[in-house]
């Protein structure tokens, strides 16, 4: 669902975005390590293969953001159109089909090293995901609904600077409009979760196993629940008609504000190819 909330996090997130990306290889080994408990091993193998591919990936792939970002720049300059947020979601989707095609051939191959004990500790990791979880859904759907509303204005506010009272307002009402999609989620990472550890428990060789691995995470809509598809669409749907409806009525001031933000995500990722 996250996915879905990129159209206005792009104007927004960039710092934070960035930050991310400098220390992906430990944040992405600490989440392996978190799910399966490498061994040394293949902490070596994790490290050795993270190191190529960020690389690649940096060489390759941030100057095509770098230039989503710039053409993004200039259509929130003149204001945004539907056509504009259709780019946006065709954009996002092929960036996420490419950075998870660039993954799907090492991790095939380290699933080819995981052990019973891993494949446990996977399991019992994603157990108390899932009760924290349910714990949370416990929660009357108003209350995520408002909680979703707040951190929207935040976002709205870091990227185009203070709104008023009628923008609030309105942008409180877009987003209560959206559906409620955290019990979608927890189904479908349930579903994703049992698709690996079938596939953990029968073990394929590195090619077929990549290739299961790009029908879950390069292609998900075809094989996602299809409560998950029709919601990710309505989600979608949702969020166009809020960054349109919020696009119209930004002032100049706030319009040049967020060309502002977007720029300093661009000069930053720019920071990450250079370096």
Not at 123 to 146: G, I, Y
Not at 250 to 273: E, N
Request: charged share 25%; glycine share 6%; with cysteine.
């Amino acid at each position: 669902m996250a996915a879905g909330l990129l159209v206005i996090m792009l104007l927004i997130t960039g710092c934070a975005m960035t930050f991310g990306y400098r220390h992906a290889d430990w944040l992405i080994r600490w989440q392996l390590d978190h799910y399966l408990d490498l061994n040394a091993g293949q902490r070596r193998d994790v490290t050795t293969r993270l190191q190529t591919l960020l690389a690649r990936h940096r060489a390759e792939a941030i100057p095509q953001y770098e230039q989503f970002l710039r053409d993004l720049q200039q259509r929130v300059r003149r204001g945004l159109t539907r056509d504009d947020v259709d780019w946006i979601y065709v954009s996002y989707d092929r960036f996420r089909a490419d950075l998870f095609e660039r993954v799907a051939p090492d991790g095939g191959v380290v699933l080819t090293t995981i052990t019973e004990a891993q494949i446990r500790n996977f399991e019992q990791v994603v157990q108390k995901e899932e009760q924290k979880a349910a714990r949370r859904l416990q929660k009357p759907m108003s209350a995520r609904l408002d909680e979703r509303a707040r951190t929207i204005l935040g976002w709205a506010e870091d990227g185009v600077g203070s709104l008023s009272a009628e923008q609030a307002d309105r942008l409180r009402q877009w987003s209560m409009a959206l559906p409620d999609t955290q019990s979608v989620w927890w189904h479908y990472r349930r579903h994703r979760h049992q698709e690996l550890l079938t596939l953990m428990r029968h073990p394929k060789p590195a090619g077929e196993a990549t290739q299961a691995l790009r029908g879950m995470f390069v292609t998900p809509e075809q094989t996602a629940p299809r409560l998950y598809v029709d919601t990710v669409r309505e989600l979608r749907v949702g969020l166009t008609m809020m960054l349109l409806g919020l696009d119209r009525m930004l002032t100049p001031a706030q319009r040049l504000k967020a060309i502002a933000s977007i720029q300093k995500f661009i000069d930053d990722l720019h920071g990450l190819s250079a370096g």
